[in-house]
T-cell receptor, first 109, second 112 residues
Framework: GENVEQHPSTLSVQEGDSAVIKCTYS??????FPWYKQELGKGPQLIID?????GEKKDQRIAVTLNKTAKHFSLHITETQPEDSAVYFC????????FGPGTRLSVLP | NAGVTQTPKFQVLKTGQSMTLQCAQD?????MSWYRQDPGMGLRLIHY???????DQGEVPNGYNVSRSTTEDFPLRLLSAAPSQTSVYFC???????????FGQGTRLTVV
C-alpha cells in the first residue's frame, strides 16, 4: 500500500521568512495530493491541493510543487505570519487518503 | 451547512466497555471515513465507506465496527474498549476519494 513520509517533523521560522515542508510517497498510482492545516483542538482543514497532471499550484502565499518522477511534493509558505503556526499534514490519494505524520510549524514574532 | 458533525467531543470509557461514536454530514457526500490520530503518527484510516450499504477496512480496523445505512450517517463502534484505543478520532467526508475531505471536530477518547 501507499506510504507517505514527511519532513521535517518540527519547523520554526521567523515571521516573514519562508517555510518548506517536503513529502514523499511510494505508490505511483496516487493522483491527488492535498495539504491540510490543523489548529489546536480542531479537525484538519484543506489549504491547497494538486493533481498528478499539474506540476505546481499557487494560492496567495501558499504553493505546492509535485515531482511525479521522484514521487515527492512540497508545500511552500512565503511571508509567514504567526497565524500560520499549526500542524500541517500532506496526503497522497489513490484508493484512499494516506497521510504523512505531520509537521509542527511555529512562526516566531 | 453544518458540514461534518461528530458526537461526543470527549469520552472516558473503562476497559471492556462498548460505545458508538457518531458522525453525520449534510453535504450529500458518498465517501466517508474514520481516522484515529496519535502523536507522531498522523491520521490512520480505520474504516471507510464509498456509499450507503458499502464499507471496507482501512489500515487499523481491529476492534472497530462500522455500518452505513444512510448517506448522511457513518457511526463507529468500539466493541470492547482497550487502553490502546485511547486516541483522537476524526470522521471525514468527501464527494469522492479523490477530492477535498471535510473533517469533523474530533472525539477525544480515553480508555482507562
Amino acid at each position: 500500500g501507499e506510504n507517505v513520509e514527511q519532513h521535517p517533523s518540527t519547523l520554526s521560522v521567523q515571521e516573514g521568512d519562508s517555510a518548506v515542508i517536503k513529502c514523499t510517497y511510494s505508490d505511483s498510482a496516487s493522483n491527488y495530493f492535498p495539504w491540510y492545516k490543523q489548529e489546536l483542538g480542531k479537525g484538519p482543514q484543506l489549504i491547497i491541493d494538486i493533481r498528478s497532471n499539474v506540476g505546481e499550484k499557487k494560492d496567495q502565499r501558499i504553493a505546492v510543487t509535485l515531482n511525479k518522477t521522484a514521487k515527492h511534493f512540497s508545500l511552500h509558505i512565503t511571508e509567514t505570519q504567526p497565524e500560520d503556526s499549526a500542524v500541517y499534514f500532506c496526503a497522497a490519494t489513490g484508493q484512499n487518503f494516506v497521510f504523512g505524520p505531520g509537521t509542527r510549524l511555529s512562526v516566531l514574532p | 451547512n453544518a458540514g461534518v458533525t461528530q458526537t461526543p467531543k470527549f469520552q472516558v470509557l473503562k476497559t471492556g466497555q462498548s460505545m458508538t461514536l457518531q458522525c453525520a454530514q449534510d453535504m450529500n457526500h458518498e465517501y466517508m471515513s474514520w481516522y484515529r490520530q496519535d502523536p507522531g503518527m498522523g491520521l490512520r484510516l480505520i474504516h471507510y465507506s464509498v456509499g450507503a450499504g458499502i464499507t471496507d477496512q482501512g489500515e487499523v480496523p481491529n476492534g472497530y465496527n462500522v455500518s452505513r445505512s444512510t448517506t448522511e450517517d457513518f457511526p463507529l463502534r468500539l466493541l470492547s474498549a482497550a487502553p490502546s484505543q485511547t486516541s483522537v478520532y476524526f470522521c471525514a467526508s468527501s464527494y469522492s476519494n479523490g477530492g477535498e475531505a471535510f473533517f469533523g471536530q474530533g472525539t477525544r477518547l480515553t480508555v482507562v
